[in-house]
């Protein structure tokens, strides 16, 4: 029996009814800016989901307007703190199920503070770099990211990812050992191309050499 949320305050959000028929528990919930919108229930209670939207537009509103390092929203480490922060919250950014959507969140201290998150992390050494998580399950938070290469973050993904085919869950490296198949080529499919677990472990690509079978022949 999932609890009831009825008139509960989880920040910027009121829980006002269930939403009736929906096996996934979710709540209608207003805002205090008076917009209201569908959240499930684990999103409120864990803190996930604050507010409509509003929230996090405020803050960066404040954020541009009081810190000189964000003044014009084009810094590197902003942009870097902000998407971190809106892959891990905003329902509506594209990468947020593979982050939110799996319990990924960002700590406390940085979560509304990018003061903090630049103290911590400093300025990017070189341009090149680019915020990562040296463990792909773990959460955004000082002793957990760094300033990494994509050559590096692209490796990290790959062997910490975690894909479950036939109730058996390994790594994408382990399951490359395991099929054959290359770990960039299972990532590929898995995150860019949205394949399903099985199919990117299993399905074997053509040999250059079994092309010609499948050319059309003039």
């Not at 329902?91 to 103290?119: A, K, Q």
């Not at 915020?131 to 910490?160: E, I, M």
Request: hydrophobic share 30%.
């Amino acid at each position: 029996m999932r609890k009831d949320l009825t008139g509960l305050r989880f920040t910027n959000l009121t829980a006002i009814a269930r939403v009736e028929g929906c096996r996934k528990g979710k709540w209608i919930c207003r805002c205090d800016c008076g917009v209201e919108k569908k959240v499930a229930d684990w999103f409120l209670i864990h803190g996930k989901t604050r507010s409509c939207g509003c929230l996090v537009v405020s803050t960066n509103r404040r954020l541009r307007l009081r810190h000189g390092h964000a003044s014009n929203g084009h810094s590197p480490e902003y942009q870097a703190w902000n998407h971190a922060r809106n892959r891990c919250y905003n329902p509506n950014d594209p990468r947020y199920p593979v982050y939110g959507g799996r319990g990924i969140t960002m700590c406390e201290r940085w979560l509304d503070s990018f003061d903090n998150f630049l103290s911590d992390m400093g300025v990017k050494p070189d341009s090149k770099l680019t915020l990562d998580r040296k463990d792909n399950d773990g959460n955004y938070d000082p002793k957990n990211c760094r300033w990494a290469t994509r050559k590096v973050q692209a490796s990290n993904t790959t062997h910490n990812h975690l894909l479950t085919v036939d109730g058996k869950t390994q790594t994408i490296s382990e399951w490359s050992a395991e099929s054959g198949v290359k770990q960039g080529t299972i990532w590929a499919r898995v995150c860019r191309r949205k394949w399903d677990h099985k199919k990117a472990v299993t399905h074997q690509p053509i040999k250059p050499s079994d092309k010609s079978k499948y050319a059309f022949h003039r």
